[in-house]
């Protein structure tokens, strides 16, 4: 489905997860893991994993590095392996030098070690080499964040990485199937300016605690029925 101007489609990230399940069917109860980037893709991903009833859900921990001065924008991500992309486009358009570009990306490396620590104190990493892996985030603006999630767990061998959103636009849909396998959105969206809050009802910053109850309801609900989920 393509939209030529934002309007919301999804209720809030919990309705935007079950319509991408509904999408994501052939991949149900097959041998998958479910890679979440936090935090907004977290709530997303707990409705794909518990639909699909797959047996690995974790976090892959991809952070845009700000612009100097203007930290809205971005120019590339870092993961929490290391693994960096950088825009070379927007890199060169603000003419960034390499001790800006440097010193932006250390400061995202120190809050994805923090983050690091919090989500992942007791849970230990998923195994992917020789197996299917869903990336799952709530949008794709740019999609630097996700290619860099990406990049990052291609070193790890694994059989194939499909990328999964409720919503990209479409000038970041091209650039992430050039590295995924496989691309899917319930959304394409495309036009001069593209938001993905546009595309929900309901839009907000998940809290680190937030994050933190999608997995503890996880835990509970291996085989859930995930009609209830985000509908308080």
């Known amino acids: 489905m393509r939209f030529a101007r934002q309007q919301p489609i999804f209720e809030n990230r919990y309705d935007a997860g079950r319509q991408l399940a509904a999408k994501l069917t ?8 479910v890679l979440a980037i936090p935090n907004g893709g977290v709530l997303v991903a707990l409705g794909v994993a518990l639909a699909l009833e797959t047996d690995d859900f974790n976090l892959i921990i991809s952070r845009k590095i700000p612009l100097p001065l203007s930290p809205e924008g971005g ?17 060169k358009r603000f003419g960034l030098s ?15 070690r923090q983050r690091s620590l919090l989500y992942h104190k007791n849970k230990p990493p998923s195994v992917v080499k020789g197996r299917t ?26 059989r194939e990485i499909i990328v999964a959103v409720p919503v990209a636009s479409a000038v970041a849909l091209k650039k992430v199937e050039k590295i995924a396998d496989k691309v899917i959105a319930c ?11 546009d595309f929900y009802h309901y839009w907000h910053e998940p809290s680190d605690d937030e994050v933190i109850q999608c997995f503890k309801e996880w835990g509970m609900r291996h085989r859930p029925n995930i009609e209830t989920l985000g509908k308080k």
């Open 98 to 112: 390499q001790q800006q570009i440097n010193y932006q990306v250390s400061r995202v490396r120190t809050d994805i």
């Open 133 to 158: 892996i869903l990336i799952i985030d709530d949008g794709l603006a740019s999609g630097y964040t996700i290619m860099a999630a990406v990049e990052s767990i291609r070193y790890r061998q694994p």
């Open 26 to 33: 052939e991949y149900k109860n097959k041998s998958v893991v």
């Open 187 to 197: 959304i394409a969206g495309f036009g001069p300016e593209f938001y993905v809050s």
């Open 75 to 91: 120019f590339g991500a870092v993961t929490d392996d290391g693994t960096t992309i950088l825009n070379e486009e927007v890199v």
